[in-house]
């Protein structure tokens, strides 16, 4: 067996109910979800078990609620024995990396990422930017038509390189509306709106991130114990100042997914364990890692069946 990668997903892997079954079982979990609804000042935990769904959607909501159950879901699956050589998390996952590096307390974990959504909701009026997914189309391509209609005024870029042959694109209505049609005339099988409510990683995030990083210096964090893959720059990272500067930068700058599968590749790495909700980064890297082994961590059942699994294989 080679080596194990944590990873942990972002937003849009969100449910109503999501945790529940932890909080139910686990004092240890229970605690954990008070500690995030005390440091937010409001029952974070209500809204993720009982809804409404249109409220846990909201970017400043399902930020938080992601979070911590995908920290509770890592800590109780640490507590069994099963760690990780290495750590990485799509978007908004990259922070329960971050958690299970030991570089953010729990409370500071929450905390940032609620300032996060709420910055990123601020940053552009609602209905002036959006993202689509393009697909069946090569990145340079597509980065050649994103900087082709930039530059004619209608802001947009490559914003997710999720996986060989599914790009996000992302920036104001206007740019985001005319690179699809270019794209589709490239060759692209099919570009698909996404119901976001603004141009995340895009250039257009800029006033979020100068805002942000004045949150992150409010905060303590320390070096990672374990090598996380930055989304921005696709290497690995342990210095806390290079953690803190990524992050700020990755809220206008592409989600490198493809790029970090393939350098924790290069690490040996042969089985991902996916720990929070879904299974979406599982479906990704099955594109991008083929013949890996991939294995999923969203509730008290997976939980013990994974640490179970991976006892039998040591």
Avoid at 21 to 33: G, I, Q, R, T, V
Avoid at 83 to 105: Q, T
């Amino acid at each position: 067996m080679g080596k194990i990668a944590f990873v942990f997903p972002g937003q849009g892997s969100q449910n109503v109910g999501m945790g529940k079954d932890l909080f139910e079982s686990c004092p240890k979990a229970e605690k954990m979800f008070r500690s995030a609804d005390s440091r937010l000042g409001f029952p974070l935990s209500d809204l993720i078990f009982n809804g409404p769904e249109e409220k846990l959607k909201r970017t400043e909501n399902t930020q938080p609620a992601l979070f911590t159950v995908s920290a509770i879901l890592y800590r109780l699956l640490s507590e069994k024995g099963v760690k990780a050589d290495y750590v990485a998390g799509h978007s908004l996952g990259e922070y329960s990396a971050l958690y299970a590096a030991g570089v953010f307390s729990l409370s500071d974990g929450v905390y940032a990422v609620r300032q996060r959504g709420l910055l990123m909701e601020q940053a552009v009026p609602a209905g002036e930017g959006t993202m689509a997914a393009v697909l069946g189309l090569d990145p340079g391509t597509l980065d050649r038509i994103c900087t082709q209609v930039t530059q004619k005024g209608s802001s947009v870029q490559m914003a997710n390189l999720n996986a060989p042959g599914q790009i996000v694109i992302s920036g104001t209505l206007a740019g985001v509306q005319t690179a699809s049609r270019l794209a589709e005339q490239a060759g692209a099988r099919r570009v698909v709106p996404l119901a976001v409510s603004g141009p995340f990683h895009s250039a257009l995030m800029r006033p979020a991130a100068d805002a942000f990083r004045r949150v992150l210096d409010g905060l303590t964090a320390g070096n990672a114990d374990i090598p996380v893959v930055a989304n921005s720059t696709a290497e690995l990272e342990k210095s806390k100042e290079d953690i803190i500067r990524n992050l700020v930068k990755q809220l206008y700058s592409p989600v490198r997914w493809v790029e970090s599968i393939e350098k924790l590749r290069s690490l040996n790495v042969d089985t991902y364990i996916e720990i929070g909700p879904g299974r979406v980064l599982s479906g990704l890297i099955r594109k991008i890692h083929r013949g890996c082994t991939l294995l999923q961590v969203n509730d008290l059942k997976s939980l013990d069946e994974v640490a179970e699994k991976l006892k039998e294989c040591v």
